[in-house]
Each structure stands twice: as C-alpha cells, then as structure tokens.
C-alpha cells in the first residue's frame, strides 16, 4: 500500500462499503474475522451490490457471498494478475482516470528487463546477495524514491552523485542477509519534463509494461494454475468491470491471507494496480481494506514498535559509511510530495526525544538513534537467539510460542536466553514452555538444564487503563480505564515508564557516552491514581506536538526543521488539535454524516477516504453525480466534499507548480498521491520494494506444484534459513516429493482470538470450538481413511500435531495442472495451556518470508496427513525425521535462489 | 458507565463498560459508535470474562534458573531484578559500529509485542528502546 | 448495482441492512458452469452428514423428560394401587369382607405415603414442594393431582390408621369413604399427567392412557388382596383381577395399535423388555385370579403377578416416553404426515386436527 | 391471576391480556431472519454474558461448527449449522458443476451453508406455562414467557411439555431454566442482549405486530428475488401454538433446523384427556362395584 499509494493504510473505512456495486473479499474470511465489519458489507448487499469472496475454502463468509471461488492456496497472484490481463485485454480500465492519477504514461529507462525477457525474474539480480539492485527499474532519466518500504535503496548513489567524496567506494555494506535493506532510496528532483507519454502507447511507458507483463496470465493460465473454472473466473472479470468506472465503484477486502506468504507483499502490489486501472482508489464505496487481525495493528505500525520504522513511517538509519543527519535526509526524502518535509518530521521526533539536548550542532542527537545492519525482524531475532547472540527478550501480549512460524525454533530460541519478560493476561504457552512445553514432552530439553530467567508480570485489561487504539481504517479511538488494575497487574505504560526510571536511576551521574541517550531522555510523564500510573493523555499530546510555546499543534504542515517544534509522530499530528483529545471524541452516529468524521480520529488529518482527490477529475468535477465524494467549488475557490480533503485546499485542479519547486509546492493540481516522489499512484514500482517493480506469480517455499507461469519456481529473493529445525519441502516433480503431496492453509475462527491467549481461556469461547480440528473434504477423508469426528495426524518437514477431523463438503477439491488436489484446513489458535487446549498448527510451518515486510509464509505450505492420533514424546520427532529422510530432505533443499522446478 | 473499545479485533468496535461499586459488571456495545451501532461479535461480548474471568493472573511469578517452578515475587522487586538485566545485557553485547560504520547498539536485548497495546504504549516502548540501543523490536504487524 | 447514491449533497438510496440477500445479484448471467472436479464417486461417506432431511444430525427435537424411572413411573404404579386399593377398601367394608378391607387400607395408605416420598425425591428443590399447592390451575393436571393428593393422603392414612388401632371407628369410617371416593382420581390422573406432554409415546395415546391406567391400578390392588386375604373372602379381588388384568392387557394393546408410530417405542430398549415382561405376567395374573378359587397357592402366584405385570405396564410406559423423546422420527414423522392430510398448512388453531388414533 | 385458562384457549386475546394484565405494552418478541445469519455465535456469548448462564461442557461434536447442540438450561441462544449440496438462489460456489436453477443437481455439487440462531418461542399458547403447577412460569406484561426462579421447585414437568425442546434442568441447581427474552432489560426500556449484539441484525426485537408485516415483507422481498425455500415459521397466530412470540425466516424444512414441523400445545388436547380421564375413574368405580356383586361362596 504504502510504495503504491504513499501510505501504509487502508484507503477507506469501512462504513463506505454501503456505497459499493461490488465488493471483492480474497485473502480475508471477513464475516468471520471481522464480523461486526461485516455489517456494512450486508448494507452494500440489500442496496444490490454482488459479494465475492475467493478463498480456498467456503467459510461463513463465503455462505453470504453471492459468488464463491475456491482457489488453490498461494495462488492469488495468478488470480489477480488473470483479472488484470482481463481489464487490459478488453480495454475496460478507466483510461482517464489512469493517465490522470498513476504513472501508467511515464516511461522506465532502457536497462529495464521483465520477467517477460529473463524467464521470470527482473533485471538486476544479484543471485549471490539473494537481493535486486533497483537501479535499472528507475524511469527514464531520473531516480524516484519510494514513499515507503525500502527507502535506502539508492543511499550511496544518491551520496555519491551530490559530491560522494564523503562515501568512499561502493563496497557491500553490511552483512549479507537482508542486503535489499542496504540501499538507499530518495526523491529525485521533479523535473517538469519528466517524461510522460499520455497517450500510453509508448512501449516502454508503464501501461505497456504493465500490459505485456501479464500477458501470460490468461484465464486458461489462471483455471491451470489456480483450479479455477474458466467461465467462473471470466464472470468473476466480467462483475468486477461491470462494476467500475464513472458511474461504478467496486472494493476490495484482504487480511493475512494475502500478507502471510513468501510474497505477500506482492498481492497486494497486485490488487492495487489492479484497482487503480479499474479508477477506484480514492473514491467512495472503492479503495482496498486491509483488515487487521488485532485491535492496534495499524496503531503498532504508525508507532511501530517495529525495527525499521521511527514513529510516522520514518525509516530507522541503516549504518552508513560516516553518515549524519543531512546525509540521512537526502537518502530517504523526496525532492517531492510531502514526504520531502522528513526533516521537520524528524527533528520535531528527536526533540520529542531528547529535549533540550537535541540541538542543531549535534544533529539533534540523530547520532544517537542505533543504526540497522540489515534485517533485524523476530525471525532474524529468534536466529540470534539461537546463536547466543540475543540473550533478553520481553514478550508483550503476544503469544510466539503458538503464533509465531516454527513454534518448535521460537522455544528453543528461548530456552538459549538469559532472562525472558512475558507480560499477560494469563500463564500463555510463551510463559511456561521450560515446564509444559512439547520440548520437555519430547525430552528435546530438560527443566533443570534450562537456565533461562523467566519473569511473569499480569497485565491491565483494556477496560483498566486509558489509551488509544488505531483501529483497521486509521481510527484513533480512545478507551477509557474503568476501573483500576487488581493486584500487580499493571499497563504496559505502567511498566515501561516505571521501567525506564529505574534505569535512568540506576545511571543517574553515569558519563559513560553510551548511557548519555537515556540521561538525555525526556521521560518525565505526570502520573495518577494509586497505582503511578502514567497519564496517556500526557502521552498522546507529546505524540500529537507542540510549538515553541508550549501550544498543542494542528497539522504536520506546522512542523518546522529548526527545533522550534516537538512531535512523537508527524502523522498523528492533529489529534490533540486545541488541547482536546480528539482521540476522545464520541458523538454519536445519528447526529452527524455517514462519515462521522467527529468520532475519533483519524490520521492523516482526520481524512476518512485518502487519496480522495482522485474521486474528482481533471477539472474537480466528481467523476459522476452518483459517486461524489470530494470536488472543487469554483466560489469559493477550495476543495469541499464529504470528507477532508486529501490535498492542499486551495490548490486548483488546474494548478501547475513552478519549475524547481520542492516538497508539497511541486505537486500540481492533478497530483493526488501527495506522499509520492512523483505525485502518482505507482502502477509501476521503480523503488521500495525489494522483489521487484510488478507482481511476479511464484510459488509458495512449499509447494507440491511446479511454476507454469515461468521457469523460476519460488521468489527468487524470499528470505530463506537453512537451519535443522527448519526444513524445507523439495521441489514438486524430484525425488521424495511426494513425501508432502497436499497443500494446507491456516486461519482464524470467530470464536477464537489469533493464538489464543485472549480466547483460550475463557469458557464462553472456547465451548464454542472445544478442540484443534482438520477440514477435510469427503474425497480426501476417503483417500486417507479419515474418519469424522476421529482424529488426524498432519506432518510437514518441521513438525507433527494432531487434530479432529472434520470432513466437509466445504473443502472442494480443485482440478489444477490436470490433477485433483485436495487441500486441508488449520485453526491455528490451539495450544497446550489454556481453558481449551490442543496441538499448534504452527509447529508444522517453516520460516520462509516476505523480503520486504519479514512476514512468514503460513497460509500456504504443503504437508502429509494420516488417520489416528500423533505419536507422544521423542517418537513424534522420529516420525518427523523419518519424513525428512524419505523426503530426501537437505540442509539447502528449496534454498535455491534461480532454480526451475 | 465508560466509554471503551473492544480490544480484540481491528474492526474498532465501540463498548460500554458498566461499573458498579469499583468492579466491571458488564460490558455491552455502543450504540453511538458510527462503525459498530451497538454490535459486538462473541469475543467482545466475552470481554467481561476476558477482563474479569477468574483465570486472570495478579501476581508477579519469577522462575530461577534451573527451577522446576514459578515463586511469587513482588511488583517493584521485579521491575528492579528487570532492570538490572537489562542494562547488563546491553552492556554485555554492546556495539559502537560494525565493519567500521557507526551503529552505537545493543543486539542482546530483543521485544516482541505491540499490536494488542496502545499507541502510548507503543510510543514509550520505541522511546525507550531506542534509547537503549535495542534494535531488535517486533510485533504481530510482522506475524 | 448499489441503489446508493453519494451525490454532492448527501447520500441518497440507503436500505436498512438486514434487506441484504444472498444469490440474488450474481453479476452478469449465470454462465453453464464446466463439470470440474467433483466426481464424487457414489457410497455413503463419513462426511459432516448431508443434514438428513429429516433431522438436525439426529438430536431430539424435545428435551428429555427429567423424571427418574425410579422416582415417576414407581409413583404412576403406587399412585394407581393406592387409589384402587382405597376403593376397594370401602366395599369390602360395606359388605363386611373385614380381613379385604383392613389389607386394601393398609396398601392403600402405604402406596399413598411412597408415592409422596417419590414425588417429593424427585423434585429439584425439595424444600419447595409445598410450592404445589400455590395455585390450582385446571390446565395443569400436576397441579390437580396434587389437590387431590393433598386431600386424600391424611384420608387414606386416617383411614388405615383407625383401621389398624379401631379407635375412632366413625372417623375411620368417614375417612375411608372419602379415600373411596377420591380414589378413583388419584388412579387416573396421573394417566392426563403424562399425556399432557409433547412426548410422543405419551401424547399420541391419550385417549386410550386414562383406561389403560385405571384397568392397572385395579389388577394392582386386586393383586395385593388376592395374594393377601383369605380365599374365602377373595371372591371379589378374584373376579376383579381376572377382569382388570384381561382389561389392561386390552386397552394396552387398543392404545398401541391407535397410537400410530409411537407404538414403535415400546419395542425399543428397555421399554421393549419391560412391555414383553408385562403381558405374560398379566396373563398369568388372570389365570391365578380364576384359579384363586380353589387353592389360595394360585390366588397368592396370581395376585403376585397382576401386581408385578401392573407395575411392569407403567414401567413399559414410562420408557417408551423417553426412547419416543429421544429419536426426533417419532416427533417429525407424524407431525409431517398431519400436515399432508391438512394440504401443508399447519394445524388450524380452531379445529383439531384429526388426532393421530384417527387414521 | 388465574383466569379461566381453557377461555385464553378459545379466544385469541392478547396473551398478556388473558393472563390478566389489563393496560399492558405492545407484545413483543424477535423475528429471526436465518438468512443473514453468518454463524458468528455473538447472540448465545451476549446472553451468556448478561443472565450470568454457566458454560456447559467442551466437546467437539462435529455438528459442522455448532459445538452446543441445542437450547436447554445452560444454552438459551443456539446457533444451528447444516450444511447442504444445494445452491441458495443462484448463488454461484465455485466448485458447481451444474447449471441451471437450484435444485438437487445430481451431476454437480453446490454447497450452501445454512445457519440460524434458535431461541424459546414464547409462544402465545406455551404448554410449559399451562402444565407448570407451582406457576413459577408466568406471563409478563409483554406477552413473553418467564420462570421465577425463586419459586420453581424443578418438578421438571414443563420440559417434556415443550413442544420445541426449550427449557431444561439445570443440573446441580435442579430449577428449570430458559431465555427470559431480558425481562430485566425490558423493564428499563433496553433491547435484548442478543438481538443488540447480533452483527447482522438477523435477530430483529420489537413491537410483534410489526415484526411480523416486516416478515410478510422480507419473504415476499425473498421470494421476488427467486430463493423460493425460504418460509416463515410459527408466525401463524393461527398455528398449533397461535402463533410464537420469536419466529423465524428459515430457508429450508423446519426439522432440518432441529425444529418441529408442526408443533401443538398440548394443553389443546387437554379438555379431551380429563373427559376421557373422569370416564375411566368412573369405569374403575364402576368395575371394582361390580366385583362384589356376584354372590360369592
């Protein structure tokens, strides 16, 4: 989303379902993840819109769905890319709205190579890095920055052409995993002229590319590769075009069923463009809904306690050669768009920081931020940790021991740790593998040789302490404490703000140079009630800023660069507008607009739809009368409309900056992605991601089928860890693959809660699923003599468990590549403690991800199944290795990076 | 009655938290809420047995090394016990650069955790960590 | 097509969402699909059942009656030989059969005590059994019944009482009649108490229950005396005996054959084995009971008998009401085949539907 | 309060009428449309979390995903799943091979996944209120149907009375219990826990009367729009039970759902069963009388 659009968020909020003509949910099981959401999708339904809900299994959101297309698991792009192939072919893209908006017309330079050329990969592979240089993917003549992802990717070109005297040589960085992380990206200065074909026939021009890109994704490709009926899938087009344009809007939904896979990122790249061709980003009752599975998912990534990311979706410094502030700047911030305001974002973040000690001689205190190497995401962490590298490690309100890939790599991770912080509700599996855990059952460990401290603190419920949550349409939401917490319970706000005064006291008068970021640290926060509680309200108004006299900010557009002012995260700017917590604000549905844009708040600037410029055309006219969202009212000569405009007010739809104007002022009036480089939606990623600039069809790191779409099998650059626990499934067709012959998908259940620590232990959830179960369908029960009701053992290379069988008509068999495959379902909330207990799914899936987001790969894997329960103790892992050997599995079996199947 | 958000899913449901002599009695939807209009899905109409259920821990547990099980140990000793950890470990595995690029880190300490928390939460665990030199910090947005 | 319009000034053309429908706007024409994968090759398969048409998975459309077997269906018995015994007891008085009558009373008031101890045990909250008497409700036959038990336990046992220590011959006297009287009640009551369920087994042979259960608790209490007192003055509990026993084996078999399939409960299960115990036992009971004229052995085998055979009636009963709860056919079967002779619409509130014995 | 209860049999009054309340609210009670229903489980966790009812066992009874099994005392909302090879209106499934309408395709397969959330009746005749003798249950102002727990003494005899297989024993606590339709939340003017929680309002509460003009409407909406199996069920004031207070839009056979396809209260076949009970006390005199008349030796 975020190197497509700008942002990394949804682009609208739920309630403007009710306007769709067509919703697409893939990647999502929305009525049961999601189901007090789903209202407004039954509100698009009874005013006529059709459902459509792709998913490889028929769920309760496929019962109200009027289309259901069961898919093979890991297949969406080939899906997606068949419908884009489809939209191009029968030239029904909203052609106005693609010139006007995207970079469909600009040109990419000659050194592009698609996967078109090279058999399934870009240029600029770098297979012994296991990562792309993007430099031959930028337009022609000039680099771009991305507006979020990798944006270091072109940092020492960008050094080294501004008088790189300062960045000697181009030696590699750092250390090899992760190296995409190491280049830097940057705004390139707009050149008026950049070069743009508006007619769109330009061969090189990003609509060709596009076009010949998925050529190949035909729908008989798609009915090979997918097990999707042809004439469904040609419906499936047909709807959806039906239901866009001028007069029509169509939607689309996804969750982690898109994000969880080796190229998740890419999905959504995929669903993207596919929807800018079809002109419904920005616009009302269109967009694309990322449905997050936790109640501060989004909140967490805007203030990420992420290892890439600062506040507002600023990269952590990489470690550079003698970098500094300004070096910094120029490698992460765009010439264009608002993000060329990054240094007032930052400065205003350091002095949040550090106060007084932040000044402009020492950068303020940027040297004191810690540098990245490369990618330091859990999975890495759990690799240090087995390494002896990591030794302390605080779990809060998450549960790795049953929700993280390879359950069985994240025990052994800890049972290697020094000392281990699990904060909870209850005694979660994270907290008691060194006693219960499946190890100690295996006799892989033993209690009394584990060394590991283990500190269990009970934490505050949300009804026990005030904060906000951001919820999946970039809602802040305020929640109020009801009561205070029992016990030593405590709020994690608790915990750190005491925590870090204990430090800071423990190195109070300390003139060690490495202690100086903590004694500098602004962390004095009023604290209330009986239990010290830090105020969040003093919280929430640092994050929102203040100027240089103490008062509370508006908007981002206030912050300044020289120190004058202070901001926790840009982006969240305006949340405490005039002093009051707008956070707060709970006015009730039916006294305002179906926008209700005075509930809560939403960054950016209480923007509702983003990108809602793009619902106006050239002359800011809505595109029709029935999909008016934001337009331009020639009295009073500014942008009005049901929302707050996603744009600079006054700006005219006909305004044309001058040559040479940087940052917000170089963006024209048709500009309406303002955090791009270029203004544009990118159909086309020149930079940010590190895969590649469009959405390549590969398979999953597991996959019993081979690549039809082209001769590389898997993502080339997917992040793969050749490790004992770790395993990977040979490639489909060589020898002992068929160890592993059917593909399995993981997912959530209404009545449960992600791994469980939230639902496990209540007796009014967990009478409602009682155990871990399998679906199954009658042909495959029948193929493996599974009865229902009776239980089943799955096996993949990792792991064993076992599971009730439910046989189900639900679980359709699909015809793919001409043979019948059958496909098998996990829940993958059980675990060994709790109210209800049974086996993780997660003990069976590998550690395989994502190189841009570091997400795991588990909704789509292959595995083995067979009748009866799983063998106990050490003989479950002679089951699991007795696999691997007929497997002919290897320490770099599926590690390859080019490899035909 | 309090106003509150269901802390599930991300859907953002809007809850009333009725109180009754300083304890939760019952959690039910806000029908003011312009996303949910009063609804809630069985999680969150389980969040009073989720905030109040007996399976609730509030006691500070400790396992020594080589203990075969938890002792009770109280909050502040805790968080002192805590502390000293981690600034030994930082100390222990601390880094000023690597292959001669300044990094000024620590890689000993790692944090797993956030989507469930509030953005304040979230904003003093970055604050401090960062502080601390820790890099390694993650959370279920990467799950 | 969303109907909704988000014109320039406010949105136009909202519908509340529960009008939402499913498989109504499927996009453009329903294309012939190709036949794909899903041969399914024939046989049954153990898959989350097809729902049989018939039922939800197999579960009991009614709840299971709570009674214990021990508790309810001994009270249906005692209830039944109390009430007989009673009646009997005051004949026998009048006509001076004393040795009858003083047995008839004592049966008659320890049935009528055993049967307050099962009701009481078998309640949920004992200590509320006083509850019964709160209201008198003619729509609740437990609620008559327990008027009527409150009436007749002190006269039963008064009745006795004096019968046993002959004071207050008057009194005693008075009691007995009033026993008498009521006794007949307290027989067949429990008979609208049971119908008066939706179990099909009990419901569906309501018109037949009262005789079945009057005809039982006369072959009890004629078993007790016949067994009891002397053959001489037997001749009555003789005659009585025959006729009831031969009535309850009748009215027994005209209830099942009227009842329509929830007959097919009595063959189930432990109601089978107690309705094939029962009827040889009757039978035999008859047969001693005529035979009871000469030789007070076959009096005593047939009293014996009739009393075990009654009892085992009840039983056979009782159970055939829980396998009858149990299996949701006997439920749905005859409620659909009511429906069909009523052209499909349900059972007009105003006319009664053609009761299930009515073919 | 206890008027002549074979009265309230003849007339259809207001149930709340006949039970005596003379100005009383409009009767209300739910109209459930099963076919928006999406099986999320919200109502039976939001009733369990208001009358404070005990959980009842963990078992996976492969019951599709319907882990409760049916209405009783520890379950007053229950969420029914059936899943069938039939297609709901021309509702697409991938993996169908059959064109053409709905129907039972036997050369393809569509699947359609029915769910519906069942709750008591309360009906206008309601066998449980007639048989109980301790009147513990009782009719309330709003025409809905409640047990007094301080005065049931769990005889037990109002579970087999029920035609639908509603209420139950609660066992360890031996009383009868069953949803109260929120009684207390009814005094106070509040909605049902169930029908508030309900995501996609498939439990509508209200004025009865409306309800059922609403229900007319939707199935004319349904039957319009080509899904010809859906019916309403037991809103027929003049049916076996004159009509439920909570009934139901189902989309296939009443007994699919667990549900009788033609429930009567027994209490109409009552006035035949004392007829032909006094006939029998009668015939017993009568036989134990004449017993004695013979002159016997």
Redesign the interface.
């Known amino acids: 989303m975020g190197t497509s659009f700008g942002r990394g968020g949804a682009t609208s909020f739920?309630?403007d379902w009710?306007?769709?003509?067509?919703i697409l949910i893939e990647g999502s099981n929305l009525?049961?993840?999601?189901?007090?959401?789903?209202?407004?999708i039954?509100?698009?339904?009874?005013?006529?819109?059709?459902?459509?809900h792709v998913d490889p299994r028929?769920t309760?959101?496929?019962?109200?769905?009027?289309?259901?297309?069961?898919l093979r698991v890991g297949s969406d792009i080939a899906f997606l890319g068949g419908i884009i192939n489809y939209v191009v072919e029968h030239e029904a893209y909203f052609e106005d709205y693609v010139r006007l908006f995207t970079n469909g017309p600009s040109l990419v330079s000659e050194d592009f190579k698609d996967t078109e050329d090279l058999g399934g990969i870009f240029s600029g592979l770098d297979e012994e890095q296991r990562s792309y240089d993007p430099l031959t993917w930028q337009y022609e003549g000039e680099e771009v920055g991305a507006a979020s992802g990798q944006r270091e990717q072109l940092y020492e070109e960008r050094n080294e052409e501004e008088g790189g005297e300062k960045s000697s040589g181009h030696r590699p960085?750092?250390a090899s995993s992760g190296r995409g992380e190491s280049h830097g990206s940057g705004g390139a200065a707009a050149h008026p002229n950049a070069v743009r074909d508006e007619t769109m026939q330009h061969p090189r021009c990003v609509f060709q590319i596009v076009k010949r890109h998925f050529a190949r994704y035909t729908p008989e490709m798609v009915e090979q590769v997918c097990?999707?009926?042809?004439?469904?899938f040609?419906?499936?087009c047909?709807?959806l075009v039906?239901?866009s344009g001028r007069e029509?809007t169509s939607a689309i939904a996804y969750a982690v069923g898109w994000t969880q896979h080796s190229v998740g990122v890419q999905y959504i790249r995929t669903a993207a463009i596919l929807q800018l061709l079809l002109g419904n980003i920005g616009r009302?009752?269109g967009g694309i809904m990322a449905?997050?599975?936790?109640?501060?998912?989004?909140?967490?990534?805007?203030?990420?306690?992420?290892?890439n990311l600062?506040?507002g979706y600023i990269p952590?410094p990489h470690?550079?050669?003698?970098?500094d502030l300004e070096a910094f700047l120029k490698g992460v911030s765009t010439d264009k768009g608002y993000w060329s305001d990054m240094k007032g974002y930052l400065v205003s973040l350091l002095k949040a920081?550090w106060g007084p000690a932040a000044t402009e001689e020492n950068d303020f205190c940027f040297?004191?931020?810690?540098?990245?190497?490369g990618s330091?995401?859990?999975y890495?962490?759990v690799m240090?940790?087995l390494d002896g590298?990591?030794?302390?490690?605080?779990?809060?309100?998450?549960n790795?021991a049953v929700?993280?890939?390879n359950a069985k790599m994240q025990r052994l991770g800890m049972a290697n740790l020094?000392?281990l912080?699990v904060?909870d509700?209850?005694?979660i599996e994270s907290a008691t593998w060194?006693?219960d855990g499946p190890e100690i059952e295996s006799g892989e460990l033993r209690?009394?040789?584990?060394?590991?401290?283990?500190?269990?603190?009970?934490a505050a419920?949300?009804?026990?302490?005030n904060?906000?949550?951001?919820?999946?349409?970039r809602?802040?939401?305020?929640?109020?404490?009801?009561?205070e917490p029992?016990?030593?319970?405590?709020?994690?706000?608790w915990?750190?703000?005491?925590?870090?005064r204990?430090?800071r006291e423990?190195?109070s008068g300390s003139t060690d140079e490495?202690d100086a970021?903590?004694l500098d640290?602004q962390?004095d926060y009023p604290t209330e009630g009986t239990v010290a509680e830090?105020s969040?309200d003093a919280?929430?108004a640092?994050?929102n800023g203040w100027d240089a006299d103490g008062r509370p900010l508006a908007s981002y557009e206030q912050l300044n660069a020289d120190g004058s002012t202070v901001c926790?995260?840009w982006i969240?700017c305006g949340v405490f507008t005039d002093g009051t917590n707008q956070a707060?604000r709970?006015?009730?549905?039916?006294e305002?607009?179906?926008v209700?844009p005075e509930?809560?708040w939403a960054w950016p600037a209480n923007r509702r739809i983003i990108y809602n410029r793009a619902s106006a055309d050239e002359n800011g006219k809505?595109w029709s009368?029935?999909?008016?969202?934001v337009?331009w009212d020639e009295e009073q000569s500014k942008w009005v409309?049901?929302d707050v405009p996603d744009f600079d007010p006054s700006k005219s739809p006909w305004h044309r900056p001058p040559a040479g104007s940087r940052g917000a002022e170089a963006l024209s009036g048709e500009d309406a992605f303002v955090m791009q480089a270029d203004g544009k939606a990118w159909l086309y990623a020149p930079a940010g991601l590190t895969d590649g600039p469009l959405p390549t069809h590969y398979e999953p790191q597991d996959s019993p089928f081979e690549n039809l779409l082209y001769d590389q099998q898997r993502n080339p650059v997917r992040q793969v860890f050749a490790r004992r626990h770790n395993r990977y499934h040979p490639n489909p067709g060589t020898r002992g693959s068929e160890a592993f012959p059917y593909p399995i998908t993981t997912y959530r259940?209404?009545?449960?809660?992600?791994a469980g620590g939230?639902?496990r232990?209540?007796?009014?959830?967990?009478?409602?699923?009682?155990?871990m179960?399998c679906e199954v369908s009658?042909?495959l029960?029948?193929e493996r003599e599974l009865?229902?009701?009776g239980w089943a053992t799955i096996i993949t290379a990792r792991g064993v468990i076992e599971a009730?069988v439910?046989?189900?008509?639900?679980m359709?068999?699909?015809?793919v590549q001409g043979r019948?495959v059958h496909q098998i379902g996990l829940p993958y909330h059980w675990g060994t403690n709790g109210?209800?207990k049974g086996d993780s799914a997660n003990e069976l899936t590998a550690i395989s991800l994502d190189p841009n987001?570091?997400?795991?790969e588990v909704k789509a894997l292959s595995g083995d199944i067979r009748p009866g329960r799983r063998p106990r103790g050490s003989a479950a892992n002679d089951l699991v290795e007795d696999y691997i050997r007929r497997a002919g599995i290897t320490s770099d079996t599926g590690m390859e990076v080019r490899g035909d199947h | 009655m309090v106003k509150s958000v269901c802390p599930y899913c991300a859907v953002g449901c809007g809850q009333n938290v009725f109180v009754k002599d300083e304890r939760v009695v019952h959690i039910e939807g806000d029908p003011d809420s312009p996303v949910s209009r009063g609804r809630l899905c069985p999680k969150g109409s389980a969040s009073l047995q989720l905030t109040t259920g007996e399976t609730r821990r509030l006691e500070v547990l400790y396992r020594a090394p080589y203990a075969s099980d938890w002792e009770v140990i109280d909050l502040d000793t805790a968080m002192d016990m805590v502390a000293e950890r981690v600034l030994r470990t930082r100390r222990e595995f601390w880094q000023w650069d690597v292959e001669g690029k300044r990094v000024r880190r620590t890689m000993g300490i790692a944090s797993l955790g956030g989507a469930t928390l509030d953005n304040e939460e979230n904003y003093l665990m970055k604050k401090l960590y960062t502080a601390l030199g820790a890099i390694q910090i993650e959370n279920q947005a990467r799950i | 097509m969303n109907r909704t319009e988000v014109t320039t000034d406010g949105l136009k053309g909202a519908r509340p969402d529960r009008e939402a429908t499913t498989g109504v706007n499927t996009g453009p024409g329903t294309p012939d699909l190709p036949t794909t994968a899903r041969r399914r090759r024939g046989g049954e398969r153990p898959v989350v059942p097809d729902a049989e048409f018939r039922s939800y998975y197999g579960q009991a459309i009614i709840n299971r009656p709570v009674w214990e077997s021990r508790d309810i269906a001994g009270y249906l018995f005692l209830g039944g030989l109390a009430g007989a015994s009673s009646l009997y007891a005051a004949v026998s008085q009048l006509t001076g059969r004393r040795r009858s009558a003083r047995v008839a009373k004592v049966t008659a008031s320890g049935a009528a005590a055993l049967s307050l101890a099962a009701l009481v045990h078998d309640l949920g909250r004992r200590g509320r059994f006083l509850n019964m008497l709160r209201t008198f409700k003619p729509t609740s036959p437990m609620s008559v019944g327990s008027w009527l038990l409150a009436a007749y336990g002190p006269a039963t046992t008064l009745a006795a009482a004096s019968e046993v220590t002959q004071l207050l011959p008057v009194v005693g006297g008075l009691a007995t009649a009033g026993a008498a009287f009521l006794g007949p009640g307290v027989a067949t009551y429990t008979a609208a108490l049971v119908c008066n369920t939706a179990v099909p087994a009990w419901h569906d042979g309501y018109r037949q229950m009262p005789f079945v259960f009057a005809a039982s608790a006369a072959s009890s209490a004629a078993g007790v005396v016949l067994a009891a007192s002397p053959v001489a003055e037997a001749g009555p509990a003789r005659l009585l005996g025959a006729v009831s026993g031969a009535a309850e084996l009748a009215t027994g078999e005209w209830m099942r054959k009227e009842m329509g399939l929830a007959a097919e409960a009595f063959d189930e299960g432990k109601a089978s084995r107690y309705h094939r115990l029962s009827r040889p036992l009757l039978a035999a009971g008859v047969l001693g009971a005529v035979a009871g004229r000469r030789s007070r052995l076959a009096a005593a085998a047939g009293g014996a008998a009739l009393f075990a055979g009654s009892a085992l009636t009840r039983l056979a009963i009782f159970h055939a009401g829980l396998v009858s709860a149990a299996d949701p056919r006997y439920t749905v079967v005859p409620q659909r085949e009511r429906l069909a002779r009523v052209g499909g619409e349900t059972t007009r509130a105003g006319e009664r539907g053609p009761g299930p014995g009515e073919r | 309060m206890t008027t002549n209860p074979f009265a309230q049999l003849l007339e259809d009054a207001d149930p709340a009428t006949a039970a005596g309340w003379t100005d009383h609210p409009p009767r209300v009670g739910f109209f459930t449309d099963t076919s928006v229903c999406i099986g999320c489980k919200a109502c039976e966790v939001a009733c369990k979390e208001w009358n404070h009812v005990p959980e009842d066992g963990l078992r996976f009874t492969g019951m599709s995903y319907d882990n409760t099994i049916g209405l009783g005392a520890d379950t007053w909302r229950h969420v029914a799943f059936i899943e069938q090879e039939k297609r709901i209106g021309r509702q697409v499934t991938g993996a169908a091979t059959s064109d053409g309408d709905r129907g039972d395709d036997d050369d393809g397969h569509a699947v359609r996944w029915l769910m519906s959330s069942d709750v008591c009746k309360h009906c206008t005749h309601a066998a449980c209120l007639d048989v109980c003798p301790t009147g513990a249950l009782f009719r309330t102002e709003f025409g809905t149907v409640v047990v007094q727990e301080d005065i049931c003494n769990g005889c037990g005899y109002c579970i087999p009375a029920c035609p639908y297989g509603v209420i139950d024993q609660r066992r360890g606590d031996g009383r009868a219990w069953k949803c109260t339709l929120c009684y207390d939340r009814l005094g106070v003017g509040a909605e049902p826990a169930c029908a508030k929680a309900c995501p996609t309002n498939s439990i509508q509460f209200g004025v009865l009367d409306e309800l059922r003009e609403r229900a007319d409407r939707r199935l004319a909406q349904l039957h319009d729009a080509g899904i010809g199996d859906a019916r309403l069920y037991g809103r027929d004031p003049e049916d076996g039970v004159g009509g439920d207070g909570a009934f139901f839009l189902l989309l296939d056979e009443p007994e699919v759902y667990g549900l009788p396809p033609d429930p009567v209260v027994t209490t109409r076949d009552l006035p035949q069963m004392w007829r032909r009970t006094a006939s029998a006390a009668v015939l017993l005199a009568g036989l134990v009388g004449a017993s004695f008349l013979r002159r016997t030796r």
């Open positions: 739920q309630q009710q306007n769709s003509d067509c009525a049961e993840c999601h189901p007090v959401g789903f209202q407004w039954m509100e698009a339904k009874a005013r006529g819109a059709t459902l459509i028929y309760r959101t496929s019962a109200l769905a009027d289309i259901h297309v069961p960085s750092v097990g999707v009926p042809r004439d469904l040609v419906k499936v047909q709807t039906d239901n029509r009302p009752g449905m997050r599975g936790h109640a501060s998912i989004q909140g967490s990534t805007d203030i990420p306690t992420l290892y600062l506040p952590m470690a550079h050669q003698d970098d920081w040297d004191y931020l810690p540098k990245l190497t330091h995401s859990t890495e962490t240090a940790q590298k990591c030794k302390g490690y605080f779990v809060v309100g998450e790795p929700g993280s890939a020094d000392w912080v904060r509700f209850g005694l060194w006693k209690t009394q040789d584990i060394a590991t401290e283990v500190f269990f603190f009970p419920a949300h009804t026990e302490k904060g906000s949550f951001t919820n999946t349409q809602m802040l939401q305020w929640h109020h404490a009801a009561v029992a016990g030593d319970a405590r709020s994690e706000l915990f750190y703000y005491h925590l870090g204990v430090i423990k190195l490495m970021p903590l640290l962390w830090p969040a919280v929430l640092e994050i926790g995260c969240y707060a709970r006015k009730p549905a039916r305002q607009s179906s209700a509930w809560g809505p009368q029935r999909k008016a969202y337009w409309g049901h259940l209404t009545e449960h809660h992600t939230m639902s232990w209540q007796p009014y959830l967990s009478e409602l699923q009682p155990e179960f009658p042909e029960a029948e009865v229902h009701r009730r439910m046989v189900t008509e639900r359709a068999p699909l015809l019948l109210y209800s987001s570091h997400i795991q």
